[in-house]
């Protein structure tokens, strides 16, 4: 039998993190890379401004010998418009991997936040500006690939 983690058992409580600049974002970018979702748990609501992920992300805040994960929600408010690159939202088994999120200054604060993704997709956010929001939603579980994320040069 296999023992789930357990928020006490990692060195951190569960994450729930606010960025609101793209410094902060920078830091939530770290924390999200690799982490994997199937498409159907992203979505946007137009008339909320608000476009969400529930995310696999591994735990990258407890190093890589862990190799937990842990279901988190990251979102952003004052959205609004939301495109797509390398997206096939038709297929409802597609799963995503992020790689990596920025964002691109524009005028008055506003701009556009990238999330990219593996295979050369990408997801585009025009925002007012940066709020963002990471947070843990489940308890950690092992990773199923018993493996860090790696990615060799």
């Given at each position: 039998m296999v023992d789930d983690a357990r928020f006490e058992d990692g060195r951190e409580a569960p994450l729930n993190l606010g960025a609101m600049d793209a410094d902060d974002?920078?830091?939530?970018?770290?924390?999200?890379?690799?982490?994997?979702?199937?498409?159907?748990?992203?979505?946007?609501?137009?008339?909320?401004?608000?476009?969400?992920?529930?995310?696999?992300r591994f735990r990258w805040e407890n190093g890589t010998q862990s190799k937990e994960r842990v279901q988190s929600m990251l979102s952003f408010e004052g959205v609004l418009n939301v495109s797509s690159q390398g997206v096939d939202r038709s297929d409802k088994d597609m799963i995503l991997s992020v790689l990596a999120v920025a964002f691109e200054a524009g005028e008055d604060g506003a701009g556009l936040i990238e999330i990219t993704l593996a295979g050369d997709g990408a997801v585009r956010l025009s925002v007012e500006t940066?709020?963002?929001?990471?947070?843990?939603?489940?308890?950690?579980?092992?990773a199923p690939s018993k493996r860090a994320p790696s990615h060799p040069e």
């Open positions: 974002l920078k830091v939530m970018s770290a924390l999200v890379q690799d982490a994997v979702l199937p498409i159907t748990e992203m979505t946007y609501r137009a008339r909320d401004r608000r476009f969400a992920m529930l995310l696999n940066i709020e963002a929001r990471l947070k843990d939603v489940t308890k950690p579980y092992i």
